[in-house]
Antibody, heavy 122, light 107 residues
Framework: QVQLVQSGAEVKKPGASVKVSCKAS????????LHWVRQAPGQGLEWMGW????????NSAQTLQGRVTLTRDTSINTAYMELTRLTPDDTAVYYC???????????????WGQGTLVTVSS | DIQMTQSPSFLSASVGERVTITCRAS??????LSWYQQRPGKAPKLLMYGASSLQSGVPSRFSGSGSGTDFTLTISGLQPEDFATYYC??????????FGGGTKVEI
C-alpha cells in the first residue's frame, strides 16, 4: 500500500521557520514529483510547490515570495518542506502529494499525506 | 495564472439524489482537469483525472465531463459517504497548479 506519512503538528511563533517531512512507504519516490499543498482553516487548497525527486529540481508558488524551500533525502525516501518568516496567515494544514507528471492529464495528485497542522501564534 | 471557479459553493441534497458540480477555467485547459473529494478532517482523495477518467477504486456513480473551459462532476445516487467537499484542479498551464474554491455537499 502506497502511503505518504507526514511529521506531527507544530506550533511556531511569528518570524520562526517550520520544516515538515513527508516519508513514502510502499513505493520509491524516484521518478515522481512531490507537491506541497496547504489549507488554511475553513478554506480551500493552495498549491505551494513541487520537487522532482530524482534531481531535486523544484518550483514554488510566487505568492510565497521565496519563503519556501523543498528538499529531499533519497536514502530514506523522504521529502521536506521548510517555510520561513512565518506569520499567523501561514496557520494551515500542510499536505504532501505525489504525482507522476507536473502537467497534462496525468499530473493528478495521489496519494496525499495525512496532513500536518502548523499553527503560528504569539 | 488560470483561475478555477466552482459552482455552487454549497449544495444541499438528499441520499439517492443526482447532483452536479460545475468547474469553469479562465482559459482553455483542454481536458487537463482532476477532481478530488475531501471529507472533514481528512486529506483530499483523487476521484477523476483527464476530466472524465475514473480513478481506480472510485465508485461508478461518480462521472466527469467537459473540455476546454467548462467541466462537470456528477454523482448519480448520492450516498451518505459522499457528503464532503469537492475540488477541481487544473494541470494544463503550470506553474502554478490551481484549484477551484470547493463545493461542499451537505445533507
Amino acid at each position: 500500500q502506497v502511503q505518504l506519512v507526514q511529521s506531527g503538528a507544530e506550533v511556531k511563533k511569528p518570524g520562526a521557520s517550520v520544516k515538515v517531512s513527508c516519508k513514502a512507504s510502499g513505493i520509491t519516490l524516484t521518478g515522481y514529483y512531490l507537491h506541497w499543498v496547504r489549507q488554511a482553516p475553513g478554506q480551500g487548497l493552495e498549491w505551494m510547490g513541487w520537487m522532482y525527486f530524482n534531481t531535486g529540481d523544484t518550483n514554488s508558488a510566487q505568492t510565497l515570495q521565496g519563503r519556501v524551500t523543498l528538499t529531499r533525502d533519497t536514502s530514506i525516501n523522504t521529502a521536506y518542506m521548510e517555510l520561513t518568516r512565518l506569520t499567523p496567515d501561514d496557520t494551515a494544514v500542510y499536505y504532501c502529494a505525489k504525482s507522476p507528471m507536473i502537467r497534462g492529464i496525468n499530473a493528478w495528485f495521489d496519494p496525499w499525506g495525512q496532513g500536518t497542522l502548523v499553527t503560528v501564534s504569539s | 495564472d488560470i483561475q478555477m471557479t466552482q459552482s455552487p459553493s454549497f449544495l444541499s441534497a438528499s441520499v439517492g439524489e443526482r447532483v452536479t458540480i460545475t468547474c469553469r477555467a479562465s482559459l482553455n485547459i483542454k481536458n487537463n482537469l482532476s477532481w478530488y473529494q475531501q471529507r472533514p478532517g481528512k486529506a483530499p482523495k483523487l476521484l477523476m483525472y483527464g476530466a472524465s477518467s475514473l480513478q481506480s477504486g472510485v465508485p461508478s456513480r461518480f462521472s466527469g465531463s467537459g473540455s476546454g473551459t467548462d467541466f462537470t462532476l456528477t454523482i448519480s445516487g448520492l450516498q451518505p459517504e459522499d457528503f464532503a467537499t469537492y475540488y477541481c484542479q487544473q494541470t494544463y498551464n503550470v506553474p502554478p497548479i490551481t484549484f477551484g474554491g470547493g463545493t461542499k455537499v451537505e445533507i
